[in-house]
C-alpha cells in the first residue's frame, strides 16, 4: 500500500524559506520508473504542477518557478524534501506530494495547508 | 510547455444525466500520456483516468475517458450523487506536466 504524508509549517513570513518535507512507504525512490512529485492549490483554485524527482535523480521543474524551488531525496529514510525561497502570500496553499508511475501522478499524499502572512 | 484548457468551466446537470467535460491541449499530447482526476472539497485528487481512457482502479465503467492529439473528452454516463466534484486534466507527456483549471459539475 502506497502512502505519502507532507509535513513542515503551516505559517511561514513572507521572504522566508519554505521546506516541507514528504515522507512515504509502500515504494522505494530507487526504483526504475518511479518518481515523487509536488503539487499544490491555493484556496479554491486549481491545481498547480510545481517539481519532479525521478528515481535516478533526475530533476524537473516548473519553470514560473525554477528559480526558487530545490528538490532532494534521501532513498534511506524514504523521504523527498521540497525548499520553496523567497515566499509570498500568493505561495499561499495546500501543497501535495505524491507518488508517480513514469511521470503519471497516481498516489497523492493528504496535502498540508501553508500560508504566508506576516 | 503544453497549456490544457478545460471546458465548461461548470457543469450543472441533474442524477441520472451525461456529462461531457473537454481538455485541449495548445500542442499535442505525445502517447496520448493524458490523465483525469476527480476532487471532492476537503479531499485530495484522485486518479480518474490514464492514457487517455484507461480507467483507474475503484472507479466504475459510467467513467469513459476518450480523445487523442489535442482533443480529450471525460463522460460520466450517468451521474450518480457521489459523482459532483471537480474534474482535472493533465498531461505526463512533457515536463511541466501542467494541470488545466477545473471542471466542476454541480447539481442542478
Known amino acids: 500500500q502506497i502512502t505519502l504524508k507532507e509535513s513542515g509549517p503551516t505559517l511561514v513570513k513572507p521572504t522566508q524559506t519554505l521546506t516541507l518535507t514528504c515522507t512515504f512507504s509502500?515504494?522505494?525512490?530507487?526504483?526504475?520508473?518511479?518518481?515523487v512529485a509536488w503539487i499544490r492549490q491555493p484556496p479554491g483554485k486549481a491545481l498547480e504542477w510545481l517539481a519532479l524527482?525521478?528515481?535516478?535523480?533526475?530533476?524537473h521543474y516548473s519553470p514560473f518557478l525554477k528559480s526558487r524551488l530545490t528538490l532532494t531525496k534521501d532513498t534511506s529514510k524514504n523521504q523527498v524534501v521540497l525548499t520553496m525561497t523567497n515566499m509570498d502570500p500568493v505561495d499561499t496553499a495546500t501543497y501535495y506530494c505524491?507518488?508517480?508511475?513514469?511521470?503519471?501522478?497516481?498516489?497523492w499524499g493528504q496535502g498540508t495547508l501553508v500560508t504566508v502572512s506576516s | 510547455e503544453i497549456v490544457l484548457t478545460q471546458s465548461p468551466g461548470t457543469l450543472s446537470l441533474s442524477p441520472g444525466e451525461r456529462a461531457t467535460l473537454s481538455c485541449r491541449a495548445s500542442q499535442s499530447v505525445g502517447r496520448n500520456y493524458l490523465a483525469w482526476y476527480q476532487q471532492k472539497p476537503g479531499q485530495a485528487p484522485r486518479l480518474l483516468i490514464y492514457n487517455a481512457s484507461s480507467r483507474a482502479t475503484g472507479f466504475p465503467d459510467r467513467f469513459i475517458g476518450s480523445g487523442s492529439g489535442t482533443d480529450f473528452t471525460l463522460t460520466i454516463s450517468r451521474l450518480e450523487p457521489e459523482d459532483f466534484a471537480v474534474y482535472y486534466c493533465?498531461?505526463?507527456?512533457?515536463?511541466?506536466?501542467?494541470f488545466g483549471q477545473g471542471t466542476r459539475v454541480e447539481i442542478k
Open positions: 493533465q498531461q505526463y507527456a512533457t515536463a511541466p506536466c501542467a
Open positions: 524527482i525521478y528515481w535516478d535523480d533526475d530533476n
Open positions: 509502500g515504494f522505494s525512490l530507487s526504483t526504475t520508473a518511479v518518481g
Open positions: 505524491a507518488h508517480t508511475s513514469g511521470w503519471l501522478v497516481d498516489f
